[in-house]
Nanobody
Framework: QVQLVESGGGLVQAGGSLRLSCAAS????????LGWFRQAPGKEREFVVA????????YYSDSVKGRFTIARDNAKNTMYLQMNSLKPEDTATYIC???????????????????WGQGTQVTVSS
């Protein structure tokens, strides 16, 4: 019911930064909890971070705590991921995702996400 399009990926040296964006369609954007996943070739899809409908609550995976920051701008139907202190192991396709939230469950389980973007490639060189 919501379409998601990522942008902002690229090549960066270890220790550098990138900001990813996810643009969403629909006038009910604020009804969706949002998140980011990543997947490297030959590896399982990995949860990165999630944010609730209002942006007041977030949940980060241990691997990115203190380095990545998620935010959303409901007026612009856009979600952001600020990625700092990047490491080679952060190299992956980053995918934005969403699910219809009623505010009863937090933090979410990965299985709640049901809408997915096409992904944007992030490559971190050493």
């Amino acid at each position: 019911q919501v379409q998601l399009v990522e942008s902002g990926g690229g090549l960066v040296q270890a220790g550098g930064s990138l900001r990813l964006s996810c643009a969403a369609s629909g006038r009910t954007f604020s009804n969706y909890a949002l998140g980011w996943f990543r997947q490297a070739p030959g590896k399982e899809r990995e949860f990165v971070v999630a944010i609730n409908r209002s942006g007041s609550r977030t949940y980060y995976s241990d691997s990115v705590k203190g380095r990545f920051t998620i935010a959303r701008d409901n007026a612009k139907n856009t979600m952001y991921l600020q990625m700092n202190s990047l490491k080679p192991e952060d190299t992956a396709t980053y995918i934005c995702a969403a699910y219809r939230s009623y505010g009863a469950l937090w933090p979410p389980n990965a299985h709640h996400f049901e809408n997915w973007g096409q992904g944007t490639q992030v490559t971190v060189s050493s």
